[in-house]
């Protein structure tokens, strides 16, 4: 099991930019994806990005691809997601999640997560 902590939420204006960090312990990540996901008021939970540790290899949701960065601190072992140009529409609650490299479900399958961290709330005010 790894245990997830995800920090960096805010409030911030339209345009703006917040960096998430996701901090990991109990387990090395060498076989783990880490993946983001988040959860607007009364919608479901989303994908937004994950990273497969080991490679480094990321994918992201299309709305996001060219704002969002996922990025992995080894010395911390975190992750981060960078958000660039923020929108009104990407607030939510922001969920750091786990999952085995040896899963063979889509990345966007929530499902396939084993291990979530508490969630961090992002505002994005117009």
């Known amino acids: 099991q790894v245990h997830l902590v995800e920090s960096g939420g805010g409030l911030v204006q339209a345009g703006g930019s917040l960096k998430l960090s996701c901090s990991s312990s109990?387990?090395?990540?060498?076989?783990?994806?880490l993946g983001w996901f988040r959860q607007a008021p009364g919608k479901e939970r989303t994908f937004v990005a994950a990273m497969t540790w080991s490679t480094g290899g990321t994918v992201y949701t299309p709305p996001v691809k060219d704002r969002f960065t996922i990025s992995r601190d080894n010395a911390g072992n975190r992750v981060l997601l960078q958000m660039n140009n923020l929108k009104p529409e990407d607030t939510a609650v922001y969920y750091c999640?786990?999952?085995?490299?040896?899963?063979?479900?889509?990345?966007?399958?929530?499902?396939?997560?084993?291990?979530w961290g508490q969630g961090t709330q992002v505002t994005v005010s117009s």
């Open positions: 109990g387990h090395a990540l060498d076989n783990w994806t």
């Open positions: 999640a786990a999952r085995s490299t040896s899963s063979s479900s889509a990345y966007s399958d929530a499902g396939s997560y084993l291990d």
